[in-house]
């Protein structure tokens, strides 16, 4: 890879790799270190990808895993899994979701439980399906789509709380 190859791949993709970060960590420095980090093992590790279309799946599951093993370092435990089991998501009219600003919903975000603010930032932020998001945080399909439903539902009850705004019954 050439110099011109890597400086293509970190303007593509920076800001999206960094907006992913500071909804993991919720602080700006540590987001842009993170970020950082990610080019740096991108640039030493990036001829073992095979499959260049994937640069960017493997730049955030980079991310992601640094992040995580930031995360280990600090507790000194592994984060544990939950169960599989979904939520049953509450009605939300679409009139009451559109009066959200963005600030409501980050703060919203960076409140959800640690292993939910992942799949949501992935979906909602970067617009990744699925099976996106499962390759991305090395997940079976299964547990990131359970995931991101708990994540939602969670969402949406910080979001609405205090009010039965929107809910249908």
């Given at each position: 890879m050439t110099d011109l190859d890597f400086a293509r791949i970190?303007?593509?993709?920076?800001?999206?790799?960094y907006r992913f970060a500071l909804s993991l960590t919720r602080d700006k420095a540590e987001s842009g270190q993170l970020t950082q980090?990610?080019?740096?093992?991108?640039a030493t590790k990036s001829h073992e990808l095979r499959d260049l279309p994937k640069v960017e799946i493997w730049l955030f599951t980079t991310l992601h895993r640094e992040f995580l093993g930031s995360r280990r370092q600090q507790t000194g435990f592994p984060p544990h899994e939950l169960d599989?089991?979904?939520?049953k998501l509450p009605l939300i009219l679409p009139?009451?979701?559109?009066?959200?600003?963005?600030?409501?919903?980050?703060?919203?975000?960076?409140?959800?439980d640690a292993n939910l603010v992942s799949?949501?930032?992935?979906?909602y932020l970067q617009d990744y399906s699925y099976k996106e998001i499962a390759e991305i945080l090395d997940l079976p399909l299964g547990t990131a789509k359970s995931r991101l439903t708990r994540g939602i539902g969670q969402l949406q009850r910080l979001l609405f709380r205090d009010s039965d705004m929107g809910q249908s019954n």
């Amino acid at each position: 890879m050439t110099d011109l190859d890597f400086a293509r791949i970190v303007a593509q993709h920076y800001e999206a790799l960094y907006r992913f970060a500071l909804s993991l960590t919720r602080d700006k420095a540590e987001s842009g270190q993170l970020t950082q980090k990610t080019f740096s093992i991108w640039a030493t590790k990036s001829h073992e990808l095979r499959d260049l279309p994937k640069v960017e799946i493997w730049l955030f599951t980079t991310l992601h895993r640094e992040f995580l093993g930031s995360r280990r370092q600090q507790t000194g435990f592994p984060p544990h899994e939950l169960d599989e089991t979904a939520l049953k998501l509450p009605l939300i009219l679409p009139e009451v979701a559109n009066k959200l600003d963005t600030q409501q919903v980050l703060v919203a975000l960076a409140q959800l439980d640690a292993n939910l603010v992942s799949p949501v930032a992935l979906f909602y932020l970067q617009d990744y399906s699925y099976k996106e998001i499962a390759e991305i945080l090395d997940l079976p399909l299964g547990t990131a789509k359970s995931r991101l439903t708990r994540g939602i539902g969670q969402l949406q009850r910080l979001l609405f709380r205090d009010s039965d705004m929107g809910q249908s019954n």
